[in-house]
Structures are given as structure tokens and as C-alpha cells.
């Protein structure tokens, strides 16, 4: 399941900054945006980059190689003997989940889809059918374990 995570999620909320980073600079957006913009496109290619190693990971030795993506191991500092790691990791994954989501709305909200390039629209909306069922999937897998562990 961790490697389908990685192709339905990982990869889409990287395709996502990515290509808002890429709308971004394509528009007449002030400078502080573009600024924002170079900073999408750069987490979204670290991102990409940790994706791939632990895709690679799970082929080679099923299991992930590191954290799901940068601001997960971006919170790793903030970690004490206190406070377990996962509980942090979490707070980096769920960092990204929003960030990712936010971009999603974003885009929507303010009609940027439409300004895309037809090729960087057409893996946009392959990212968001793969989230989508990717989403529909986790929670459907969740609920059979769930059913599983209550026997």
C-alpha cells in the first residue's frame, strides 16, 4: 500500500507545486509571487527527488528509504525524548497535505486551470484523478483492516 501512497499522493502534491509554481511565473503576478513561485517549483522538485528514492526503496527493499517529503523532515529539529518522532513526521505530512490541497483550491479558485499549457494541464488533471482515487482507496483499505482487526 506505502508504494501506491507514493504514486497517488507523494507524486501529485509534487506535480501540484510544481505546476502552481510554473503558473505562477507564466502570469503577471507581482515579484513577491514569483518569488513564491521559484520556492513551489524548488519543494515540489525536492519533493519529486525524495518520492523517487523511496519508490526505488520499496522495489528494491519494500520499505521507504526516508520521510514522505521535505516538511516532514523538515520537522525532525523540533523533535524531543518527550515527543515521539511519528508525532512529528505527522505534523510534517500534514503540513504537506495542506499545503498541497491549498494549491489544488487555489488554482481553482482563481481560475489559473485555464491559463495552463495544454501538457502541464493534462498531467494536472491526471494528478488529481490519482489523488482522488488514491484518497477513495486509502480509506477503503483503512476500513478493511479496521473490519479485520474487530473479529
Known amino acids: 500500500m506505502e508504494l501506491v501512497e507514493v504514486v497517488v499522493i507523494g507524486l501529485p502534491f509534487c506535480a501540484f507545486k510544481i505546476l502552481t509554481g510554473l503558473s505562477l511565473l507564466a502570469s503577471s503576478a507581482p515579484s513577491p509571487l514569483k518569488l513564491l513561485a521559484f520556492a513551489l517549483i524548488g519543494l515540489g522538485a525536492v519533493d519529486a527527488l525524495i518520492n523517487g528514492v523511496n519508490f526505488a526503496g520499496y522495489l528494491l527493499s519494500r520499505r521507504r528509504m526516508m520521510d514522505a517529503c521535505f516538511l516532514s ?34 488554482m481553482i479558485g482563481y481560475g489559473r486551470l485555464k491559463s495552463m499549457p495544454a501538457d502541464q494541464l493534462a498531467v494536472w488533471n491526471a494528478c488529481v484523478i ?22
Open 73 to 106: 523532515l523538515a520537522t525532525r529539529p523540533f523533535r524531543r525524548p518527550q515527543r515521539p518522532h511519528r508525532h512529528w513526521q505527522d505534523l510534517g505530512n500534514s503540513l504537506d497535505v495542506l499545503l498541497s490541497f491549498s494549491l489544488v483550491a487555489a
Open 130 to 151: 490519482l489523488n482522488v482515487l488514491g484518497a477513495g482507496l486509502s480509506r477503503f483499505s483503512e476500513s478493511l483492516r479496521n473490519l479485520k482487526s474487530a473479529r
